[in-house]
């Protein structure tokens, strides 16, 4: 087994990303590789529950957006659920 970690948009880049920004989906794409740089620690990134898995929360641009991810620790994965974007 590899200790490689990887990240994907969930279900997919068109229904995540689709409208938004070059900018924004670079950033977030940057951010989603750093995040699986960290693997299991990627849970500890951003906002999000305390304990155990679930929806995390990064600030993009100084809070001009949000990327809500999840990192499923049994696929070695980072999964870019939705991103918010306020301008």
Do not use: K, N
Not at 10 to 15: A, I, L, M, N, S
Not at 44 to 66: M, V
């Amino acid at each position: 087994m590899s200790d490689s970690w990887a990240w994907e948009y969930d279900p997919d880049e068109e229904q995540v990303a689709a409208g938004l920004p070059a900018l924004v989906t670079s950033e977030v794409e940057r951010l989603a590789d750093q995040l699986a740089t960290l693997g299991a620690d990627a849970a500890g990134a951003g906002r999000g529950p305390l304990h155990g898995g679930g929806l995390r929360t990064l600030d993009l641009f100084g809070g001009r957006g949000f990327v809500h991810f999840i990192v499923a620790e049994h696929l070695q994965l980072v999964l870019i659920v939705r991103i918010t974007w306020l301008d």
